[in-house]
């Protein structure tokens, strides 16, 4: 099966194979997929779904520049397969799987060559297909979190459950990261992001309140990304939102997910964030201030580079060698803004 999709595949990408034009040859491609979806439907294999949605983004970021219609209805039903795939069969890995390469293949194809068109429809394109990514997986992590409620943990192993906790917040961390860099790479809706960062904030709302009627420690995540959030919003409608605060807000976002869900990994990339944040802020405007929503955004990107520190501080003072808990989060909290009203009484 792998094979035919090759051989499709080197029949019109690889020159010295040429025999077939663009469209034969991605149909062919698909069909190779389907294939390769219907045995591991039909073998209950889990590597076997996993190696077709990774020959589907193979086949999306090819076919990218030629035919940018096939690239991104493939990333789409990509994602729906595998989340189909997860409700089917609990294939929480494969979940996680296709969160990554859904969200890795759309970045990957946006920086091909594309034709021409406007910003506005560069925008909606990639705006609209990234909020679908997001709906379809956010959905099926309510669905794993309402199974883990009725039927409890014991019928997932470890590596399912790790992998499960990772679908939410790593589909939330992208889908928000990816959207705000096309707000700011096609300028058109940059000083009204606040109608995206507001409603996304009240998402997070809920989603913390339905996790946390399901028991599910990892409840904090959301009501902390719904703060982030919220401060993006407000900054942007106070005419001071830029991209330094963003790479702020987004370093704070990783350090909270690496101390919650332990992934070590994620804490020196909050770190390269953080200075990237910085080498941006000197070589842009931003570091004269000299407007008021200059001031604005300079002053919230410093609140959040003080919360990252503190809460930090915190974490490895009182829970280097044990799982972070609800209480951490709210000691961290209460101190923070214990040290900010500290110099006004």
């Given at each position: 099966?792998?094979?035919?999709?090759?051989?499709?595949?080197?029949?019109?990408?690889?020159?010295?194979?040429?025999?077939?034009?663009?469209?034969?040859?991605?149909?062919?491609?698909?069909?190779?997929?389907?294939?390769?979806?219907?045995?591991?439907?039909?073998?209950?294999?889990?590597?076997?779904?996993?190696?077709?949605?990774?020959?589907?983004?193979?086949?999306?970021?090819?076919?990218?520049?030629?035919?940018?219609?096939?690239?991104?209805?493939?990333?789409?039903?990509?994602?729906?397969?595998?989340?189909?795939?997860?409700?089917?069969?609990?294939?929480?890995?494969?979940?996680?799987?296709?969160?990554?390469?859904?969200?890795?293949?759309?970045?990957?194809?946006?920086?091909?060559?594309?034709?021409?068109?406007?910003?506005?429809?560069?925008?909606?394109?990639?705006?609209?297909?990234?909020?679908?990514?997001?709906?379809?997986?956010?959905?099926?992590?309510?669905?794993?979190?309402?199974?883990?409620?009725?039927?409890?943990?014991?019928?997932?192993?470890?590596?399912?459950?790790?992998?499960?906790?990772?679908?939410?917040?790593?589909?939330?961390?992208?889908?928000?990261?990816?959207?705000?860099?096309?707000?700011?790479?096609?300028?058109?809706?940059?000083?009204?992001?606040?109608?995206?960062?507001?409603?996304?904030?009240?998402?997070?709302?809920?989603?913390?309140?339905?996790?946390?009627?399901?028991?599910?420690?990892?409840?904090?995540?959301?009501?902390?990304?719904?703060?982030?959030?919220?401060?993006?919003?407000?900054?942007?409608?106070?005419?001071?939102?830029?991209?330094?605060?963003?790479?702020?807000?987004?370093?704070?976002?990783?350090l909270v997910l690496a101390k919650r869900l332990r992934l070590w990994f994620l804490n020196p990339l909050a770190q390269i964030v953080l200075i990237i944040?910085?080498?941006?802020?000197?070589?842009?405007?931003?570091?004269?201030?000299?407007?008021?929503?200059?001031?604005?955004?300079?002053?919230?990107?410093?609140?959040?580079?003080?919360?990252?520190?503190?809460?930090?501080?915190?974490?490895?003072?009182?829970?280097?060698?044990?799982?972070?808990?609800?209480?951490?989060?709210?000691?961290?909290?209460?101190?923070?803004?214990?040290?900010?009203?500290?110099?006004?009484?």
């Amino acid at each position: 099966m792998a094979v035919a999709f090759f051989t499709s595949f080197a029949g019109h990408f690889v020159e010295a194979m040429e025999c077939l034009s663009l469209w034969p040859s991605l149909i062919l491609m698909t069909a190779s997929i389907a294939w390769i979806v219907g045995m591991a439907e039909k073998w209950q294999s889990e590597p076997t779904a996993g190696l077709a949605i990774f020959l589907g983004h193979v086949a999306a970021y090819t076919a990218g520049g030629d035919s940018d219609t096939f690239s991104l209805m493939a990333i789409f039903f990509l994602s729906a397969t595998g989340c189909a795939l997860f409700i089917r069969h609990d294939w929480t890995p494969l979940n996680l799987f296709t969160v990554l390469a859904a969200f890795g293949s759309h970045m990957l194809w946006a920086f091909q060559d594309h034709p021409p068109s406007t910003p506005r429809i560069q925008f909606w394109v990639n705006f609209s297909f990234l909020t679908s990514y997001y709906v379809l997986f956010t959905c099926s992590d309510l669905v794993y979190r309402w199974r883990v409620f009725e039927r409890g943990l014991d019928r997932y192993t470890q590596i399912q459950r790790q992998a499960a906790r990772l679908v939410g917040p790593a589909a939330m961390v992208l889908y928000a990261s990816l959207a705000t860099l096309f707000f700011e790479h096609t300028k058109i809706y940059w000083d009204r992001i606040h109608f995206y960062w507001f409603p996304l904030a009240a998402l997070q709302v809920g989603l913390a309140y339905f996790h946390r009627e399901k028991r599910n420690a990892d409840y904090p995540l959301y009501g902390v990304a719904a703060t982030v959030f919220f401060t993006l919003g407000l900054a942007s409608w106070l005419g001071g939102f830029s991209l330094n605060l963003a790479l702020a807000a987004e370093a704070l976002m990783l350090l909270v997910l690496a101390k919650r869900l332990r992934l070590w990994f994620l804490n020196p990339l909050a770190q390269i964030v953080l200075i990237i944040n910085f080498l941006h802020f000197w070589n842009s405007d931003a570091r004269d201030i000299d407007t008021w929503p200059i001031f604005i955004g300079s002053v919230a990107t410093a609140l959040v580079y003080f919360v990252k520190s503190r809460i930090e501080e915190t974490w490895e003072k009182g829970v280097r060698d044990e799982t972070v808990t609800e209480s951490v989060y709210i000691s961290s909290l209460r101190e923070t803004f214990d040290d900010l009203v500290k110099p006004l009484s």
